[in-house]
């Protein structure tokens, strides 16, 4: 027994990334050093793909390695946390021992269909195979009780495998023991219990984890199963091949059973699939409420300060999350997160307003501080747990909320409370939406007019007039007509620039902003209107770099209180996409979607931003950018079924000899 350190300052470097020969491009290293230490290895944010059981997540290296999981919820503290601090946050590696004279390939890819996740180690002696998912937790369980399923198998020649399961608990703060069992090894904190149950025999590393070295010949396998428990009696459980092909049926029958709902069967239908199985996995199961990210504080610019914790439900997503779910039939999905949003709403503040964000089960207090005990992914410091901007005012989101119940409306009727208490949401918001706030983009250098805030604000009265039209219930008609209609041309007269001949970010600024493509598919402008038109032109020439957008020049817009720069924002690269073609510009459109869709990483998963060389920045995966290329696709995909079936027509009304 020996007990781990808790500042866990002594703790190895993570060198799981070692196992690719530096003149391999993929699975590249990023190596960190401080003046007397080893180098700390990182590998690049797109190189890790995700598993989860609908509760919480693991990320996933091509180098075998697990650096993220936190259990027993998506925003709990991490017991593997390597992508923030590669010493000290705690890891689970399995994959062959680095050798620099046999060069060996890494490859990742999803099981057809499913979230079980394979990892392939190719080399002239042998190709391994390390299989890795988490079944999905059942109604009833226990809170803490989690199950991580890792099987390693030989499928040519022979290869030696080494094994590192080295927890670092409640963000490597908490120390913990370690018992060894002929079954395995069991890790015991204060506060959280795991389990590790091996085939092959585990011995203690000295730094408060295990090991084993292994060799496979074709058609053997290892197994193992992580288990999380928060009792301390926890023990690990013999697991067999059977075990493990029992949970390995039942998980992949879980995924296909799930995703064979989807209805979307148009170009882009394995994108669209992939990028609902994300969702999917971003969803915690208990409410319905889906993470924007499971990850917190990977960096917008590496070594900078844009670091924050996504591990919580934006109501910014709302429209989005409803509109992709229904479009492609999930409806139970859509029902379930309709459901938090009402819950939301029936817990509006004293004056009748609501907050940008809350926890997976409501959570109002997302209280935001560092750890800086940790060094931050390649340095990028502070890692924040939290997010303070629970506090600002961001008018956009009665729009985008409004938006939303709109959207399931028209799939299910909405109910009275919940329209008593919109009409009381939108009784605050009649005297609020000319405030100046903090708006899309939660800038922390002051808050303005935001055009877009104001875009939002119209959205939300539009869409509240248009259901109580549908469904005849009792509504200040009158009075939302003349708010909508002030809003409409203040924003016209203010937040358009003659000078600059675009809708600009604020009022009275000259920076361009690319949430104004958002004005285009709210509906707020046609997509044909000039001064929409004139400004997409703006955009393309100010803000787009090829089929990458920003979403902003920082030099230009307002301060967002950081002052450092970052990288293209997904999201916006596929709202320029949608919109290029409700304008007609198809070819474009289409052009520019292709090109976006190859920066997903090797897994089809997309982080917040792609840097100018193509790397993955900010956190991962992201669901927003996920639900943008959903909207996308779909919207793309039926404009050009639009387009070729006018073509069709025109060409059977031309005279036989020009057909």
């Keep these: 027994m020996a007990r ?38 990182y590998l690049p944010i797109e190189d890790y793909a995700v598993i989860g059981d609908l509760h919480t997540v693991a990320l996933v290296g091509k180098n075998g390695s697990i650096d993220w999981c936190c259990i027993p919820r998506f925003d709990s503290p991490s017991v593997f946390g390597a992508l923030l601090d590669a010493r000290k946050g705690g890891f689970f590696r399995i994959a062959p021992p680095p050798d620099d004279h046999v060069p060996m390939g890494q490859k990742q890819l999803y099981i057809p269909e499913t979230n079980i996740l394979l990892t392939r180690f190719l080399t002239v002696d042998g190709v391994g195979e390390v299989t890795d998912f988490m079944p999905v937790k059942l109604p009833g369980s226990a809170e803490h009780q989690h199950h991580l399923y890792r099987a390693v198998t030989v499928v040519r020649g022979s290869l030696k495998f080494n094994l590192v399961c080295r927890p670092a608990f409640n963000y490597a703060r908490d120390g913990h023991v370690v018992h060894l069992s002929p079954e395995g090894a069991v890790f015991h904190s204060d506060g959280l219990s795991l389990g590790l149950a091996s ?45 493990y092909h029992e949970a390995f049926q039942r998980t992949l029958s879980f995924w296909r059973r799930w995703l064979s709902q989807c209805q979307y069967q148009g170009r882009w239908r394995e994108m669209v699939q992939r990028s609902a199985l994300v969702l999917k996995l971003l969803t915690y199961a208990p409410t319905g409420a889906i993470v924007a990210a499971p990850t917190t504080s990977l960096p917008e610019t590496i070594g900078g300060a844009r670091n924050w914790d996504y591990r919580y439900t934006w109501l910014r997503d709302a429209a989005f999350t409803l509109y992709s779910l229904l479009t492609l039939g999930f409806t139970q999905e859509a029902e379930a997160f309709m459901q938090w949003l009402d819950a939301r709403c029936h817990e509006l503040k004293e004056n009748g307003s609501l907050q940008p964000m809350y926890g997976v089960n409501g959570e109002q207090e997302l209280i935001e501080y560092t750890l800086d005990h940790l060094e931050g992914y390649r340095q990028s410091r502070p890692v924040r747990i939290g997010n303070a901007a629970y506090k600002q005012q961001q008018l956009d989101v009665y729009g985008e909320l409004m938006d939303a119940i709109y959207i399931f409306n028209r799939y299910s009727t909405i109910s009275y409370d919940l329209w008593e208490n919109l009409r009381r949401l939108l009784e605050w918001l009649q005297h609020h939406w000319d405030d100046p706030d903090e708006g899309i983009w939660e800038v ?7 055009v877009h805030s104001r875009v939002m604000s119209w959205v939300a009265f539009d869409r509240a007039l248009r259901l109580a039209r549908h469904r005849g219930w009792p509504a200040p008609m009158v009075e939302w007509m003349e708010t909508s209609a002030r809003i409409y041309e203040q924003i016209m007269h203010k937040g358009w620039s003659e000078r600059r001949q675009s809708f600009v970010q604020y009022y009275g600024s000259e920076a361009v902003d690319a949430s104004a493509l958002l004005m285009a598919i709210v509906k707020f402008t046609g997509p044909n209107e000039p001064r929409m038109l004139k400004t997409i032109e703006r955009i393309q020439r100010e803000l787009a770099s090829d ?46 979607l292709e090109k976006m869709l190859t920066y997903s ?12 060389c193509g790397e993955a920045l900010g956190n991962f995966p992201q669901a927003f950018t996920h639900l943008s290329l959903i909207t996308a696709c779909t919207n793309i995909d039926a404009a ?11 060409r059977l009304s031309l005279p036989p000899e020009r057909l």
């Design 4 to 41: 781990k350190d808790s500042s866990m300052e002594q703790a190895k470097p993570h060198d799981g990334g070692e196992t690719t020969p530096p003149a391999r491009p993929e699975g590249r290293l990023e190596q960190v050093r401080t003046a007397g230490e080893r180098p700390a290895t």
């Design 199 to 243: 085939t092959v025999p585990l011995s203690e590393d000295g730094e408060g984890g295990v090991h084993a070295e292994f060799t496979l010949h074709a058609g053997q396998s290892a197994y193992f199963l992580l288990e999380s428990a928060r009792r301390g009696d926890l023990g690990p459980q013999h697991v067999s091949s059977r075990r």
């Design 444 to 450: 922390r250098g002051g808050p303005q007019h935001f």
């Design 547 to 592: 089929s990458l957008v920003h979403r902003y020049d920082p030099g230009r817009a307002a301060d967002d209180g950081l002052g450092s720069q970052e990288g293209t924002f997904s999201p916006c690269s596929f709202w320029l996409a949608e919109v290029l073609a409700r304008c007609g510009r198809l070819d474009e459109a289409r052009l520019l």
């Design 601 to 612: 990483n090797h897994v089809g998963l997309y982080a917040e931003e792609v840097g100018l």
């Design 640 to 650: 050009l079924n639009r387009a070729q079936g006018r073509l069709n027509t025109e």
